[in-house]
């Protein structure tokens, strides 16, 4: 079963603004990851956020973890086309197995 | 650097006939090894984990098996395909143990 559940399921944004995403899970992890998938290809590893951690950033991305509530945001700032793509939210919570969501599909409009 | 190598990127195969996907992985030692299906429009399904050679663990009982002859080498068979095994398949590595990323192989897309 899918432990991470994103929303929303789609999301469509002019160029320029920003993106939020959100994670909800329901076990306890020890940490929660977030990828992207372009169109075909492999996932791309975006950053990592432990369990004892509340924010992290990495450039454009902000990630946000609330464990009293289960839930993850990924915020990307200023989006460019280029940051069209699939983005899917995994939780470690055994042994290093990820356990990955349904995904969230961004389109940035140029 | 560590680099991921899967192979093929696309394959059409006829129902049961059987299936061979191979991963490699490059510049380090002792990794993580995973394979994953995702069918369309879903996320990805843990199919197989090895912490090490010989040492695999299935996730899903299914019509597949995996196997890991050397330390950076991951394969994925059938001996039957079947039209449901029809996916985009996925190797990726992490280090051992939690708190690592994944590092995912450009996937293997099969039709049957």
């Known amino acids: 079963s899918q432990q991470g559940e994103e929303d929303p399921q789609a999301l469509s944004i002019q160029e320029g603004e920003n993106a939020t995403m959100n994670c909800s899970y329901k076990?306890?992890?020890?940490?929660l990851q977030w990828y992207r998938q372009n169109s075909g290809r492999g996932l791309v590893h975006l950053i990592l956020i432990r369990s004892n951690e509340r924010e992290k950033h990495s450039g454009r991305l902000r990630v946000t973890l609330d464990t009293s509530k289960k839930s993850s945001s990924l915020l990307i700032t200023a989006s460019r086309a280029a940051d069209t793509a699939s983005y899917f939210c995994a939780t470690d919570g055994d042994a290093g197995k990820l356990t990955f969501g349904k995904g969230i599909t961004l389109s940035v409009r140029p | 650097s560590q680099t991921i190598h899967q192979w093929p990127a696309t394959l059409v195969q006829p129902v049961g006939s059987p299936l061979s996907l191979e991963c490699t992985v490059e510049?380090?030692?002792?990794?993580?090894l995973y394979w994953y299906r995702q069918a369309a429009g879903r996320g990805l399904q843990l199919l197989f984990y090895s912490i090490g050679i010989d040492q695999i663990s299935s996730e899903v009982p299914q019509n597949l098996s995996a196997s890991r002859p050397q330390d950076r080498q991951f394969i994925l068979s059938s001996k039957k395909l079947l039209l449901s095994d029809s996916g985009f398949y996925l190797c990726?590595?992490?280090?051992f143990g939690t708190g690592y990323g994944y590092t995912f192989g450009s996937g293997t897309r099969l039709t049957v």
């Open positions: 510049g380090t030692s002792n990794p993580n």
């Open positions: 076990t306890s992890i020890n940490n």
């Open positions: 990726a590595w992490s280090g």
